[in-house]
């Protein structure tokens, strides 16, 4: 069974920087775009980054120059470093991937890590 496990989530100061992890499980032929998606208090889910196989990125406007999406494909994990935080950047922070499993491709999500900033 396929699944991705979030961490690194936590409390940080305004202006302070955080490194969010996400790690694949399960058997897993090749773990295509993967990316990060985040859900703030009130507010629908959103997306922030997203990454190809070939390291290709894709920001939200919001986080652009703050934020870093990076992948290992030798261990099928995505990273999203996060610097001059704010409180905007409060949320829950969800990994997303489009998995591919003997053939058949599915998108998976973690199950979130809260990111608090006050104000």
């Known amino acids: 069974q396929v699944r991705l496990v979030e961490s690194g989530g936590g409390l940080v100061q305004p202006g302070g920087s955080l490194r969010l992890s996400c790690e694949t499980y399960g058997s897993i032929s090749s773990v295509k775009t993967m990316g990060w998606y985040r859900q703030a208090p009130g507010k629908e889910r959103e997306l922030v980054a997203v990454?190809?196989?070939?390291?290709?990125?894709n920001y939200a406007d919001s986080v652009k120059g703050r934020f870093t999406i990076s992948r290992d494909n030798s261990r099928n994990m995505v990273y999203l470093q996060m610097n001059s935080l704010t409180s905007k950047d409060t949320a829950v922070y969800y990994c997303?991937?489009?998995?591919?499993?003997?053939?058949?491709?599915?998108?998976?999500w973690g199950q979130g890590t809260l990111v608090t900033v006050p104000p």
């Open positions: 990454i190809t196989r070939g390291g290709s990125t």
């Open positions: 997303n991937a489009d998995i591919d499993i003997q053939g058949y491709v599915m998108d998976y």
